[in-house]
């Protein structure tokens, strides 16, 4: 063989591999091994069905769970993602040990996407112990007034003064819930700034136009989110995220932060044990962008829709304010014209009507996918008793809306909301069950298992001090009683909260 002949049947053979290598890589030759879940390719080398879950992952699910059952294998972006639909199943995948499912792998390329750094298993730790000890119980009581003070100066701004007190004042409802949480929540979490003090004492006005600032900022760094997070900006998105986040970077920088006064005791801690693990004070300040962004990005769309709902349902506001009205008077309150003077203390007020609002909220709302990354060869026992091989390397997702929240064969009428829904007509709460095994999970809008959300009983409590503030400050009406609600923005959908197109309110104050 001549050298120009042996050159050319080593290039080909190279070629070849390559090209063989290549597919391989994309996933043409991939079968269903044996116990296995059903695998579906779809037609497109590696995009498989990459487009059609972008366009409608609701639909999409729907489809494949009709085609396949409770669990199937699709392959999405060169990423082959089991997709389990029976929510019997769902408390064996949460127990499961993170040397075989793991979430902080996805968790953290999400983290370094968005915010800039990256996270280990000690960082996890910190927030989750710091969140227990400061998130919940007392602790988490006293954030809770510190809250509702905060909530009350955001209200009489709003108010006014004189004869703006006694005026309609149309806004849009999403604005309106989202902007009054995030003001009031900032400033409980992350303090206020001394220089906003005029002679020495407190000028709210003063420190609601920075948050109004920070909000519009909020919301443009929120709609780049989904895409940042992906890593899939492209160059004129990626230069409006590194803006925002230079503008955020400023305004929470360790040295800004050390210099304000009611910083909440979470957030101080857990700047300090980031410092004493050896986190520099940029990634220090990234990690706070990681804290408001958590803190913020579902509990205002969530503060929408549940007052949405209720508006939009009078025998359910009627309902909720008059059990609202009564807890208070039950803890020797009265509820007076202005009802600014009232002391929202949670942890005595009995709501179980409101309490129910709420979790119906969440239900029809929380679009969050719970992920786990496959970091071994692992078998999972189907609650009917089936068992499949999961692969080495894949991912596997639950997307409780779909699979549970609005899931006929567990809740009737499943797109109805319905106040009263989670509970029993003598006022104990509702047990759920599908194919007559009860359900340790019949809703899942915080995600599950030891990753669930930690903030989620402040989330909660955030919701429920702002209907109790909106129902005894405000009259409110829709301008349009008789349009429906909006619909949701599907593209955030894994993400938490489903968030609005706009309608409009007018509150009155009482």
Same mark, same amino acid.
């Given at each position: 063989?001549?050298?120009?002949?042996? @050159?050319?049947?080593?290039?080909?053979?190279?070629?070849?591999?390559?090209?063989?290598?290549?597919?391989?890589?994309?996933?043409?030759?991939?079968?269903?091994?044996?116990?296995?879940?059903?695998?579906?390719?779809?037609?497109?080398?590696?995009?498989?069905?990459?487009?059609?879950?972008?366009? !409608?992952?609701?639909?999409?699910?729907?489809?494949?769970?009709?085609?396949?059952?409770?669990?199937?294998?699709?392959?999405?972006?060169? !990423?082959?993602?089991?997709?389990?639909?029976?929510?019997?199943?769902?408390?064996?995948?949460?127990?499961?040990?993170?040397?075989?499912?793991?979430?902080?792998?996805?968790?953290?390329?999400?983290?370094?996407?968005?915010?800039?750094? *990256?996270?280990?298993?000690?960082?996890?730790?910190?927030?989750?112990?710091?969140?227990?000890?400061?998130?919940?119980?007392k602790n988490l009581t006293a954030l809770n007034q510190v809250m509702i003070e905060?909530?009350?100066?955001?209200?009489?701004?709003?108010?006014?003064?004189?004869?703006?007190?006694?005026?309609?004042?149309?806004?849009?409802?999403?604005?309106?819930?989202?902007?009054?949480?995030?003001?009031?929540?900032?400033?409980?979490?992350?303090?206020?700034?001394?220089?906003?003090?005029?002679?020495?004492?407190? !000028?709210?006005?003063?420190?609601?136009?920075?948050?109004?600032?920070?909000?519009?900022?909020?919301?443009?760094?929120?709609?780049?989110?989904?895409?940042?997070?992906?890593?899939?900006?492209?160059?004129?998105?990626?230069?409006?995220?590194?803006?925002?986040?230079?503008?955020?970077?400023?305004?929470?920088?360790?040295?800004?932060?050390?210099?304000?006064?009611?910083?909440?005791?979470?957030?101080?801690?857990?700047?300090?044990?980031?410092?004493?693990?050896?986190?520099?004070?940029?990634?220090?300040?990234?990690?706070?962008?990681?804290?408001?962004?958590?803190?913020?990005?579902?509990?205002?769309?969530?503060?929408?829709?549940i007052l949405a709902y209720l508006l939009k349902h009078p025998e359910a506001l009627? @309902?909720?304010?008059?059990?609202?009205?009564?807890?208070?008077?039950?803890?020797?309150?009265?509820?007076?014209?202005?009802?600014?003077?009232?002391?929202?203390?949670?942890?005595?007020?009995?709501?179980?009507?409101?309490?129910?609002?709420?979790?119906?909220?969440?239900?029809?709302?929380?679009?969050?996918?719970?992920?786990?990354?496959?970091?071994?060869?692992?078998?999972?026992?189907?609650?009917?008793?089936?068992?499949?091989?999961?692969?080495?390397?894949?991912?596997?997702?639950?997307?409780?809306?779909?699979?549970?929240?609005?899931?006929?064969?567990? +809740?009737?009428?499943?797109?109805?909301? %319905?106040?009263?829904?989670?509970?029993?007509?003598?006022?104990?709460?509702?047990?759920?069950?599908?194919?007559? %095994?009860?359900?340790? +999970?019949?809703?899942?809008?915080?995600?599950?298992?030891?990753?669930?959300?930690?903030?989620?009983?402040?989330?909660?409590?955030?919701?429920?001090?702002?209907?109790?503030?909106?129902?005894?400050?405000?009259?409110?009406?829709?301008?349009?009683?008789?349009?429906?609600?909006?619909?949701?923005?599907?593209?955030?959908?894994?993400?938490?909260?489903?968030?609005?197109?706009?309608?409009?309110?007018? *509150?009155?104050?009482i």
């Open positions: 063989m001549s050298f120009w002949a042996a @050159a050319l049947f080593a290039f080909l053979a190279l070629l070849l591999t390559s090209v063989l290598g290549g597919l391989y890589t994309i996933g043409v030759f991939r079968k269903r091994a044996p116990n296995e879940p059903p695998l579906d390719k779809g037609f497109i080398p590696w995009l498989g069905y990459g487009m059609n879950f972008k366009k !409608n992952s609701t639909e999409f699910l729907k489809r494949m769970w009709k085609r396949h059952g409770d669990i199937f294998t699709v392959l999405v972006g060169g !990423n082959y993602l089991h997709f389990v639909m029976d929510p019997c199943t769902y408390r064996q995948i949460m127990r499961e040990s993170k040397e075989k499912i793991d979430f902080n792998t996805f968790g953290s390329i999400i983290v370094l996407n968005a915010f800039g750094f *990256p996270t280990t298993d000690i960082h996890h730790k910190i927030v989750q112990i710091a969140s227990n000890k400061y998130l919940s119980g905060k909530l009350k100066t955001v209200f009489i701004q709003r108010q006014g003064s004189g004869e703006e007190k006694k005026s309609w004042q149309q806004d849009g409802l999403f604005r309106f819930s989202y902007k009054t949480i995030f003001q009031a929540s900032f400033l409980s979490l992350f303090g206020m700034d001394p220089e906003k003090r005029v002679e020495g004492k407190e !000028n709210p006005k003063n420190y609601l136009t920075q948050c109004e600032e920070l909000y519009e900022a909020f919301q443009k760094f929120d709609r780049l989110f989904p895409q940042m997070a992906l890593g899939m900006l492209d160059s004129i998105g990626k230069e409006k995220s590194n803006k925002l986040k230079n503008y955020f970077w400023d305004i929470l920088s360790i040295k800004n932060i050390s210099q304000k006064y009611e910083v909440s005791r979470w957030v101080t801690e857990l700047v300090q044990q980031m410092a004493d693990v050896g986190m520099t004070e940029k990634m220090q300040t990234q990690f706070l962008l990681l804290l408001l962004w958590a803190s913020q990005a579902n509990t205002g769309p969530a503060a929408f829709w009627k @309902a909720v304010k008059e059990e609202v009205e009564k807890a208070l008077r039950e803890t020797g309150q009265e509820v007076k014209p202005g009802g600014l003077s009232i002391n929202v203390s949670l942890h005595t007020m009995k709501t179980p009507l409101l309490d129910s609002a709420v979790e119906e909220t969440l239900r029809l709302t929380a679009g969050s996918i719970v992920f786990r990354s496959v970091m071994q060869d692992t078998d999972l026992k189907m609650a009917d008793g089936k068992e499949y091989t999961l692969r080495k390397g894949d991912r596997l997702l639950l997307f409780p809306f779909v699979a549970l929240h609005t899931n006929p064969e567990i +809740y009737s009428d499943p797109h109805t909301f %319905k106040y009263d829904r989670f509970l029993n007509p003598d006022g104990t709460k509702k047990e759920f069950y599908k194919n007559g %095994k009860k359900l340790k +999970y019949y809703t899942l809008p915080f995600g599950g298992g030891t990753t669930m959300c930690p903030g989620r009983f402040f989330a909660v409590n955030e919701m429920k001090m702002f209907v109790i503030m909106m129902l005894t400050c405000f009259e409110m009406e829709l301008v349009n009683a008789e349009e429906e609600l909006p619909p949701v923005n599907e593209s955030r959908y894994g993400l938490g909260i489903a968030q609005p197109e706009p309608c409009w309110i007018r *509150p009155w104050p």
